[in-house]
């Protein structure tokens, strides 16, 4: 079946460059996609039916299979009419061959091409919503063909579109499937960044998750091996550990790591505000920034710095915590779950800015997870 969908979406894309008009509800998409829902189909059946350890039979009752006269004869049932089997014996070599040629076909590479087909398709005739879908499916088959950069590429492409049209369990799953990738090809960056999105709000995951989560930031930002992530095949697992343990020992998570918290729903809230509308000359400026955590655990920053939309003013929105390291309860950038932590910030303006209106832009951070 998948075969024949993917024929005629073939079909279908000739005949529209000899002229046929298709419509967005009626391209050859929808065949490439169907095409490739049967060869998903198949490799369950696959994994359903065929044991891995399946031995081909030494007696290889496929041997005159390519010599049939028609698609789809046994070659040990040839010029035997009955239903029953002439052979008990040679209908269970037969049909253990044809499991073992099937456990050899890899079907990932034959969805992804169908996939790409479509994805192409919905592209052209302006279906964002299904080109979303059909590249998360593409991540997916390109994690179980374990190219895992591929993946988490593509997952990396819609997870925006996801989280700005707030479809918070379909991104919740794409950032699972992204931080498996991230461990495994120990992509340092990205998994940092997916994991402080994993122990935000939004994130459907069980507290339980979340800490596992955060303690897995504690240990890489240690110099520590994170644990694995579940679901990973163990042969990966061991190959992910490995490329950790070689850069844990080079002390790379000693590097600063910017993440930018304005494109991804972090764990933590920022809001920073003026006290007044507007200020009297030679009156003091009064600017308060309020912290809230949504992590399971508690955390801390070393250094908190707000810039302004006039760059003079920066340097007075600098926090620096001395106490951070050596005594974290006693900190003031101390972030305990569900509360918020507010820190005033207050610098006279130049004369020359009288009657004119300043901004926060953004306020950046710098810190470590506490346990």
């Excluded at 764990?267 to 000359?281: G, M, N, R, Y």
């Excluded at 949504?294 to 801390?300: E, G, K, L, V, W």
Aim: with cysteine.
């Amino acid at each position: 079946m998948s075969k024949q969908f993917a024929v005629f979406g073939d079909l279908f894309e000739e005949a529209i460059r000899a002229g046929l008009t298709a419509i967005q509800t009626q391209h050859p998409g929808f065949y490439y996609q169907e095409a490739a829902r049967y060869a998903i189909a198949r490799k369950q059946l696959c994994r359903g039916l065929c044991p891995a350890e399946l031995k081909y039979p030494a007696s290889d009752p496929l041997a005159e299979a390519d010599k049939m006269e028609y698609y789809g004869q046994r070659p040990w049932r040839q010029g035997h009419q009955s239903l029953e089997a002439p052979s008990v014996q040679k209908e269970r070599e037969g049909i253990q061959a044809l499991q073992y040629r099937e456990c050899q076909v890899d079907h990932s590479w034959l969805v992804i091409p169908l996939l790409s087909s479509a994805i192409a398709q919905f592209k052209k005739y302006k279906s964002p919503r299904m080109k979303r879908y059909l590249v998360v499916q593409m991540g997916e088959e390109y994690y179980h063909a374990k190219d895992y950069s591929k993946a988490l590429a593509l997952l990396g492409r819609v997870t925006w579109e996801y989280r700005s049209e707030r479809w918070w369990s379909i991104l919740t799953n794409i950032l699972q499937l992204s931080l498996r990738c991230a461990y495994l090809v120990m992509s340092f960056e990205e998994y940092v960044t997916v994991s402080i999105e994993l122990m935000g709000r939004y994130a459907q995951v069980p507290r339980e998750e979340k800490i596992r989560i955060q303690m897995n930031l504690h240990k890489i930002f240690q110099d520590e091996v994170p644990e694995p992530e579940h679901g990973c095949e163990h042969d990966s697992v061991e190959k992910g550990r490995a490329l950790w343990t070689t850069i844990s020992a080079g002390g790379k998570s000693r590097s600063p790591i910017v993440v930018e918290m304005n494109s991804i729903t972090a764990f933590v809230e920022c809001k920073a505000c003026f006290t007044a509308d507007s200020f009297l000359c030679e009156s003091p400026v009064t600017v308060k920034l309020g912290l809230h955590s949504f992590a399971p655990m508690p955390i801390r920053f070393s250094q908190l710095s707000v810039r302004f939309s006039n760059e003079a003013y920066n340097q007075f929105g600098i926090v620096v915590d001395e106490n951070a390291v050596d005594d974290p309860i006693e900190s003031t950038s101390y972030l305990k779950p569900g509360q918020t932590l507010w820190h005033t910030f207050q610098f006279i303006v130049e004369q020359d800015d009288v009657d004119c209106n300043l901004s926060t832009l953004t306020s950046t951070s710098s810190g470590t997870i506490s346990k």
